[in-house]
RNA sequence: CCAGUCGGCCGGAUGGCCGCCGCCGCAGGGUCCGAAAGGACGCGGGGGAGGAAAGUCCGGGCUCCAUGGAAGUACGGUGCCGGGUAACGCCCGGCGGGGGCGACCCCAGGGACAGUGCCACAGAAACAAACCGCCCAAGGCGCUUCGCGCGGCGGGCAAGGGUGAAAAGGUGCGGCAAGAGCGCACCGCGGCCCCGGCAACGGGGACGGUCCAGGCAAACCCCACCGGGAGCAAGACCGAAUAGGGACGGCAGGGAGCUUCGGCUCCGGGGCGAUUUCCGGCCCGCUGUCCGGGUUGGUUGCGCGAAGCCGCCGGCGACGGCGGCUCCAGAUGAAUGGCCAUCGGCGGGGCAACCCGUCACAGAACCCGGCUUACAGGCCGACUGGCAUU
């Protein structure tokens, strides 16, 4: 899956719908096109020093590897952000918070749109 | 065995499943993304964070810019001596001072007779001082009158007390009215000579008592030596559309004047705003090809190096020389991982099997050499002081 590079469309993503969960918060931006979804991380310097930052990337990666496939919509971007507990919190429970976050930002997506 | 000092090293291990980023070999065919440059997709093999990758404090390599040489000024840095090194503010070996029974540790450690300045509080005084004091003592008064006492003009002293971080070398003897390097001895200090050492410096000798005298240079300063500036977002290359620049060609291009025949000037003309008139403003044609610059973007710089390991030789050592072997991260919104199992370390519980919890500091970004700071736990070696034993 393609990666989000360009700093304009994480300002994009932060400007359009966002759903926060206890393991980390997701953003998704339609693009308005039918190219495949794109993803992209954040971690801010809040979290920690750089190990941990790289930890909980690293960590939000395996689980968008993991699940996005066959949640991700085509022609949107969606960013994974990192919370002081992506950590720590057990990988299951994070993977689960992900496939929720996606399932909410999808339904309340729908609904706005009829 | 206990206590301690110094130096070096490690800093979880093994396996499974699923992934990520370079490299090499094979294949060189196709597909996809992109305007292009370029990139992605196949199979096999191999590699993929640290001792500090950190702080970005020094020194270099490399790149661009600047620069005729030398000297000076300003600014910044360094500061015992010798050596090592590409270089250093680093390292090694010495010297001096201080601390420790000792192994050993600590020290910005040039200059305070070049000058300026500061030395809080206390104290009389912080650079040439006299508070308390010690001593001599005029005139005066008293008495038991060739003396003594009271008091003290004036003078001497810097020993004792007191203040202070520091008060003008220290101790002792002599000396003196009282004292004082005033004299003497020893110690310290200073320059001179001799000896040892490359040197810092050390040892010895005779001499010096105006030994005119404190500390601070991490206050300014003086002296000696060193130093161009910016940094991989350095720099190099590739490179579309659009706008703008240049060259060449084609088509269109009213009149007059001047002309060195290339053009120039004036008048007229056309276009732009919803339209008409007036006034004012802006523009001077259309099109094709090519060139140069250059934005998004891409490639490169980019890892064979002051490299690592082993051995021998030289050196007290830092280090150097020779020989052999090895190739060992290369991302760029940034790979080096996620999950699980077994073992291991530590803490707690238990006689035990075992159970529970936990696993330091911390993540390369052009590359090296250092310094500094952070760090659970552990290993090895040398040495010191005790105790015990033979």
């Known amino acids: 899956m393609q990666r989000l590079t360009r700093r304009q469309d994480f300002l994009a993503a932060a400007r359009a719908a966002s759903q926060a969960m206890p393991g980390l918060v997701v953003q998704m931006r339609a693009r308005g096109d039918d190219e495949a979804a794109r993803i992209g ?23 968008a590897r993991l699940t996005l496939p066959g949640l991700a919509r085509a022609g949107h971007d969606y960013v994974l952000i990192g919370r002081m507990t992506s950590g720590q919190r057990p990988f299951s429970a994070l993977q689960q918070d992900l496939v929720i976050a996606l399932q909410r930002l999808h339904h309340t997506q729908a609904a706005t749109r009829t």
């Open 41 to 63: 991380f954040t971690c801010t310097r809040k979290l920690g020093n750089a190990v941990t930052r790289n930890r909980i990337k690293r960590r939000l990666r395996e689980a």
